[in-house]
């Protein structure tokens, strides 16, 4: 999946490659997802395909209705049951997000298997909410209901009525959308969206729920922000910052549990590479500019070997620590060559190399993906890192590449001050890296912005924003 299609693509716990709206809901609803809680038109007819050839359906003409229909229901109300906490017991509600636009032929199975499913369950269990955008025309700044009034009448003609519709006004679409005042959220622009959810419970959303599918349901209070805190987010797609939401989302979690106001400057690596001094001057003095009034970076070479100099935390995630291990080779232990086979197949010292596990030919499915195990090493209780995991021998982060620091070099690396303190179950695969005598200069394998949560962040990312507000020490001795 390419970010610039998708936006940035969402690791589950099992290994699965998926959109960000459902880490979006793991985030927000404090839950684990599957494979399974990812419902693809794709997935749906290889179901389909399969129960064919194993003469399930005896030989009858498989139709869109009722068999693709049907396979989509069978697969919502499956999905359904599955426990997504550690309680074990079967979600009371399950929140079906049907993407798209109204009158889509690629939706409209699905669109008809939710107006059987309706039936299926019963009125008492099923409520719809329809979500339109309403744009507005011309200087003046006229809100325009019509494409939503269209919308919604031609989802009654295909068999579903919202019970509720989320947009920008209130009196025309209730009037013309057949439904009562109080049934139209009226979702307007807020400077945080963490602000969201009291919008919405302040219209009613969580009474109306309440009575309309018989359920209680409380929102935790939010922390204030205080002081200002300013990171620097280095990266190969910070053009298309969707690619980075879950960072973001990561950095503001561990922001509000610091009660500190965050501010991110986005760099494009290459900016800040020497080269960029001649072909575009200003974006290379603008963007070192940045990077050294940020007080944490998430980064890059260039963007680690200026937070590992100068004492600026700095926080590696996946190719962020393998190119602070490859900064590492080159300036302190004087290997000029240095590099990953990523980025130089004919480097003279490969620094990073392939797993030996990875298919060098074939790209798509191949990766280490999923959640997996980082385990401390000895002696390593006095680590920053340990200490924010809460002094755990073992962690579960969920992990999505296909290269490694190369075991090989470990030892020259170590020798001069790197510390490779956490690694796979083997011993052999390089997943946490510290740098002793440093503020805060930590690079992880694996992606910890998967697992962060509102009112849960992200270890590496409470350290970092610590560390840039000068409140590391005090929070370790706190733990």
């Not at 797609?237 to 939401?245: A, E, G, I």
């Not at 602070?324 to 490969?350: H, K, Q, W, Y």
Request: with cysteine; proline share 5%.
């Amino acid at each position: 999946m390419s970010p610039l299609d998708h936006g940035e693509v969402f690791i589950l716990e099992d290994g699965g490659e998926v959109d960000l709206d459902l880490g979006n809901y793991e985030r927000y609803l404090d839950v684990t997802l599957s494979r399974a809680n990812n419902i693809t038109t794709g997935k749906i007819y290889r179901d389909v395909i399969e129960r064919e050839r194993k003469g399930d359906y005896l030989g009858k003409t498989v139709q869109v209705v009722p068999h693709i229909t049907d396979a989509i229901q069978d697969w919502v109300e499956r999905v359904a049951t599955i426990p997504v906490d550690n309680s074990g017991e079967e979600p009371d509600v399950c929140i079906i997000e049907l993407g798209g636009t109204v009158g889509d032929i690629e939706s409209a199975p699905f669109v008809e298997a939710m107006r059987q499913l309706q039936f299926r369950v019963g009125h008492e269990n099923f409520a719809l909410i329809h979500v339109s955008l309403v744009p507005t025309i011309g200087t003046v700044g006229e809100q325009k209901t019509k494409p939503t009034q269209a919308s919604i009448r031609d989802l009654r003609g295909l068999g579903l009525t919202p019970d509720l519709i989320a947009a920008r006004c209130e009196r025309l679409l209730a009037m013309f959308c057949h439904v009562q005042p109080e049934q139209v959220l009226a979702v307007r622009d807020c400077n945080s969206v963490y602000h969201v959810p009291e919008l919405l419970k302040e219209q009613g959303l969580i009474d109306y729920l309440w009575k309309r599918l018989n359920i209680e349901q409380t929102l935790p209070g939010a922390s204030p922000g205080l002081d200002a805190v300013t990171i620097a987010l280095v990266g190969k797609y910070t053009h298309l910052q969707d690619s980075y939401c879950s960072y973001v989302k990561a950095l503001e979690h561990a922001s509000l549990a610091c009660h500190k106001k965050l501010t991110i400057k986005w760099i494009e690596g290459s900016d800040l590479e020497p080269e960029n001094l001649i072909a575009n001057p200003t974006k290379y003095n603008n963007a070192w500019q940045d990077l050294r009034a940020a007080q944490g970076i998430i980064g890059k070479i260039a963007a680690a070997q200026w937070a590992r100099e100068n004492k600026v935390p700095y926080l590696g995630i996946c190719l962020g620590l393998q190119l602070a291990v490859v900064e590492f080779a080159r300036n302190v232990c004087g290997m000029t060559g240095a590099n990953s086979i990523e980025l130089d197949a004919n480097t003279e010292t490969p620094v990073v190399v392939y797993m030996p596990e990875i298919s060098k030919t074939h790209l798509g499915g191949t990766m280490r993906l999923g959640l997996r195990p980082t385990e401390f090493q000895a002696n390593t209780e006095n680590c920053a890192i340990r200490k924010l995991y809460g002094g755990e021998a073992t962690v579960l982060e969920r992990h999505r590449h296909r290269y490694e620091v190369n075991p090989d070099l470990v030892g020259q690396f170590e020798a001069k001050g790197l510390s490779f303190i956490g690694k796979d179950e083997t011993g052999q695969r390089m997943e946490i890296v510290e740098i002793a005598d440093h503020p805060y200069f930590v690079g992880v394998q694996y992606h910890p912005e998967m697992l962060t949560r509102p009112l849960k962040p992200s270890p590496p990312f409470m350290g970092l924003i610590k560390a840039a507000a000068g409140e590391l020490e005090k929070h370790l001795a706190s733990l």
